[in-house]
């Protein structure tokens, strides 16, 4: 039980818009696209995008499970940052009661980004969110983030 904080970044020469653009607002489109082996699909299926709206992701069966749903809580498109809970399905319920990410995406003097990630997962009363879970978590958010990064890298009008 507890409150388990991590953090992970990486920089990208792809400036802050349109990394935000790939990462977050159009994240459920371009997923199935840069990691197919692990996100079959992605729905965009409550609300517009912003504050309140629901993403849906459906896994293959390297992820350990089929779905998860997604709720933006707080979307600031200026400042490029997102910050989302899980709302239902993935972990939540057997291994955490709580989970929200932050994104963010900050400029680099060359143009790029340095993108952030905050993860914050509370735990269930008498089960161990562990370490492997912990890093497990990370590295499916940053290896996510990081392939769109490189599909934006190959593709400079997607998202210009």
């Known amino acids: 039980m507890g409150v388990h904080t ?50 849906e992701y459906h896994f293959t069966e390297v992820v350990p499970f089929k779905h998860v749903r997604e709720r933006v809580e707080e979307l600031d498109k200026e400042k490029h940052v997102c910050k989302y ?33 905050v993860g914050e997962v509370h735990g269930l009363e008498g089960v161990d969110f562990t370490e492997q879970d912990e890093a497990q978590t990370k590295e499916g958010i940053l290896g996510t983030l990081k392939a769109v990064d490189a599909y934006l890298q190959a593709n400079p009008d997607v998202y210009a």
């Open 6 to 55: 991590y953090t992970g970044e990486f920089e990208s020469p792809v400036s802050p818009a349109r990394l935000f653009k790939g990462c977050v607002l159009h994240l459920h489109e371009i997923a199935p696209k840069v990691v197919p082996g692990v996100v079959k699909s992605g729905a965009l299926i409550e609300g517009d995008g912003g504050a309140g709206s629901i993403k």
């Open 85 to 117: 809970s899980v709302a239902e399905g993935g972990t939540l319920g057997t291994k955490y009661k709580a989970a929200t990410h932050t994104l963010s995406f900050e400029p680099t003097p060359s143009g790029g980004s340095v993108c952030k990630v």
